[in-house]
């Protein structure tokens, strides 16, 4: 998958419907998001989604692609999305995605970390 295509992908996971989510998760998906219970799987992410409204708009920056191997690609990039009548939401975002066959590609694990209230993470001795 080429970066564009990548991209317009991961666009889709945050406006597409929950029936649009359903069908790129792959089963295995294991996800952290900022909500409880912060560590979802698959269904329980999928549920979620079609609960909650859609995002209207997002716009990724800071975008990075890495192909460790044939069929995987991780990405990671800052999601800055709205959506009407909401608070503008930003996280940093990984996700992980595998090719199951010619241009079937799921996602099996996705992670937001909203920026830290301090801006600076706290160092443990």
Do not use: N
Request: hydrophobic fraction near 40%; charged fraction near 30%; proline fraction near 5%.
């Amino acid at each position: 998958m080429d970066d564009d295509r990548i991209w317009t992908f991961e666009e889709s996971l945050w406006l597409g419907d929950a029936e649009h989510y359903r069908a790129l998760i792959d089963e295995h998906c294991v996800m952290v998001l900022p909500a409880e219970p912060y560590v979802f799987s698959a269904d329980a992410a999928i549920e979620a989604v079609a609960h909650t409204p859609r995002w209207s708009e997002v716009d990724l920056t800071d975008r990075r692609v890495m192909r460790p191997e044939e069929g995987l690609i991780v990405i990671a990039y800052q999601a800055r999305a709205k959506r009407e009548g909401a608070t503008a939401y930003t996280a940093w975002c990984t996700t992980s995605m595998r090719r199951r066959g010619h241009e079937d590609w799921q996602v099996v694990q996705h992670s937001q970390l909203p920026p830290l209230v301090t801006g600076v993470a706290e160092t443990r001795e």
